[in-house]
Each structure stands twice: as C-alpha cells, then as structure tokens.
C-alpha cells in the first residue's frame, strides 16, 4: 500500500472519529496522550504515525486500531495483495489487517516476523485479550515476565494488560494469526458516541 495512501487514510479515519465525537484536538490529545500538534499533522496526511501512536489514538476513541487502515470498512472480501498492512523493527514484523469493523469487538491479523524480529508490545487496557495460532516457524512470546515458545499449531490467548514480547530467534520466517477481543464495556463506550 502506497506510503502516502496510507497517510492519508489514517488522516482522513482520524478526522472522522474526532468529528464525530465533537472533539476538539486540545480534547483528543488530552485522551489519547498524543501531542496536538502530532494529531494535526496526522490529520492532514503530513505525517505517518507509528504504530505505538497509532495505538495510543485507537485506544483513547476506543476503536480497533485496523479501522484506520481499512479502504472502506464495509468490505467482506480482502484478497491477499488488497490487505491494509504497516511493518516495523526494520521491516522485520509485518501485520496484515484481514478484518476490523467498527462496531464489531474483533480485529483479525496475519503477522509475519522474519528471522531475528523482536517485536515488543506495550500494555493496554483491561478488557482486551489477544488469541494467538502459529502457522509456521517457531514464536517466542514473553507476557508480562512470563516465557513461552509456541510452534505450528500451538495456540495462546492472554490478557494484554501487561507488555508482550515477540521474538522469532529461528532462521525460519514465523507466521501466525492473532485475533484481538474487546470486552463489552468497550463495545458500549465505542457504539454509544
């Protein structure tokens, strides 16, 4: 996906939700912890967030994160090379957004960490929990000081009110799918504005 593209879209997302909730950016900064003059930019396109910010902003509208990637968000049918997609570590970690609606408590991800990624996830709040499946390869996970190591097939789901670490230290690529649950609460707060 176009650099620019992507700019934008988050931009124009980021737009929309503000408006919508009658928000000024002095008020969106105050919930989300993210500079006014960052928001700004990000609202024009000028500039493309990271995902830690992107994040930030997410949680703060308490909207699935993916819903600033996505074209139109009433799509039903992504093929592979239309899905919406941000890397980070170096072009390390890839993360897919297969799909995430607003309104709907789930976002679905095809992650792709190359040999050598380590991927560090911050806490979040209480209420979301992370279900995880490897594909393919090995994945280290640590979540919140505990370690595990899950190969294809083996599955995991956790809370994600604690920092999560993701590592692949194999030579293969690892490939997995993550699904990211809201609880209700967070549900009301997004569909009640």
Same mark, same amino acid.
């Given at each position: 996906?176009?650099?620019?593209? %992507?700019?934008?879209?988050?931009?124009?997302?980021?737009? @929309?939700?503000? !408006? !919508?909730?009658?928000?000024?950016?002095?008020?969106?900064?105050? #919930? &989300?912890?993210? +500079?006014?003059?960052?928001?700004?930019?990000?609202?024009?396109?000028?500039?493309?967030?990271?995902?830690?910010?992107?994040?930030? #902003?997410?949680?703060?509208?308490?909207?699935?994160?993916?819903?600033?990637?996505?074209k139109n968000p009433s799509i039903k049918l992504i093929?592979?090379?239309?899905?919406? @997609? @941000?890397?980070?570590?170096?072009?390390?970690?890839?993360?897919?957004?297969?799909?995430?609606?607003?309104?709907i408590p789930l976002e679905n991800y095809r992650i792709?960490?190359?040999?050598? /990624?380590?991927?560090?996830?911050?806490? &979040?709040?209480?209420?979301?929990?992370?279900?995880?499946?490897?594909?393919?390869?090995?994945? +280290?996970?640590?979540?919140?000081?505990?370690?595990?190591? %899950?190969?294809?097939?083996?599955?995991?789901? @956790?809370?994600?009110?604690?920092?999560?670490?993701?590592?692949? +230290?194999?030579?293969?690529? /690892?490939?997995?799918?993550?699904?990211?649950?809201?609880? +209700?609460?967070?549900?009301?707060?997004?569909?009640? /504005?």
């Open positions: 996906m176009d650099k620019n593209f %992507l700019s934008s879209q988050i931009g124009q997302q980021l737009r @929309f939700y503000r !408006q !919508q909730r009658q928000l000024s950016l002095d008020e969106l900064s105050e #919930i &989300t912890g993210v +500079s006014k003059p960052m928001l700004g930019q990000i609202e024009r396109g000028a500039s493309n967030p990271t995902v830690a910010v992107l994040w930030k #902003i997410a949680s703060g509208l308490q909207v699935p994160l993916a819903s600033f990637l996505m093929r592979e090379d239309e899905q919406p @997609f @941000f890397k980070e570590d170096h072009d390390l970690f890839e993360a897919y957004t297969n799909f995430a609606l607003p309104g792709r960490m190359q040999p050598g /990624c380590l991927h560090q996830s911050e806490a &979040t709040s209480i209420g979301v929990t992370k279900m995880i499946t490897v594909y393919s390869g090995v994945l +280290s996970i640590e979540i919140g000081g505990e370690k595990h190591t %899950l190969q294809k097939g083996d599955a995991i789901s @956790f809370s994600t009110d604690v920092q999560q670490t993701y590592q692949n +230290s194999y030579e293969d690529i /690892c490939e997995f799918h993550m699904t990211i649950h809201y609880s +209700s609460p967070y549900m009301n707060a997004q569909t009640s /504005c």
